[in-house]
């Protein structure tokens, strides 16, 4: 299994990114597909989760209404289209899948996600 992300970079406060993250060796519709990040000298976050079978879609408070997270099953990639960035955004973002569905369900949950992208950077500044 192999998940790499893309589409990081420098954006001015109340930009646009989007990101993806490619996947091989697994279906979709097996995993809970994860986004999952991490400012400077903070630990991991839980961005938002999808579950492809369901189409169900969960975002952290903090990203809601500005996040959407979605997938494309013919590219076997996932997507996190991220709108309005501020500052408080930036950080190393990584996929993951999880094979038991967890999605989010406490920060230790992170822990149990079965397979990790190597990450990509998003900073937003002016």
Do not use: H
């Not at 991991?44 to 492809?52: F, H, K």
Request: glycine content about 12%; proline content about 3%; hydrophobic content about 35%.
């Amino acid at each position: 299994v192999q998940l790499v992300e893309s589409g990081g970079g420098l954006v001015q406060p109340g930009g646009s990114l989007r990101l993806s993250c490619a996947a091989s060796g697994l279906s979709f519709e097996d995993y809970a597909l994860n986004w999952v990040r991490q400012a400077p000298g903070k630990g991991r976050e839980w961005v938002s989760t999808i579950y492809t079978f369901s189409g169900n879609k969960y975002y952290a408070d903090s990203v809601k209404d500005r996040f959407t997270i979605s997938t494309d099953s013919t590219k076997n990639t996932l997507y996190l289209q991220m709108d309005n960035l501020k500052p408080e955004d930036t950080a190393v973002y990584y996929c993951a899948a999880d094979a038991a569905g967890l999605g989010y369900a406490g920060p230790d949950s992170l822990n149990l996600y079965d397979y990790w992208g190597q990450g990509t950077q998003v900073t937003v500044s002016a």
